[in-house]
């Protein structure tokens, strides 16, 4: 279960940096803080067990 909200955040974290780097006048300070969270959820994820997607 804790793989599936890490996949979802991993997800958002992807969406969010992209909206913000479209934007011509984006805030360095956020985008460099979603780069780091989406690091920080990428390698958690990783650590985690998988389950097999069909049971």
């Not at 479209?22 to 985008?31: G, I, K, V």
Request: charged share 30%.
């Amino acid at each position: 279960m804790n793989s599936f909200f890490h996949d979802e955040n991993v997800a958002l974290y992807r969406k969010l940096i992209a909206e913000n780097e479209s934007n011509p006048s984006r805030d360095e300070n956020r985008h460099a803080m979603l780069l780091t969270l989406l690091a920080e959820e990428t390698a958690k994820a990783k650590q985690l067990p998988r389950l097999p997607d069909a049971w």
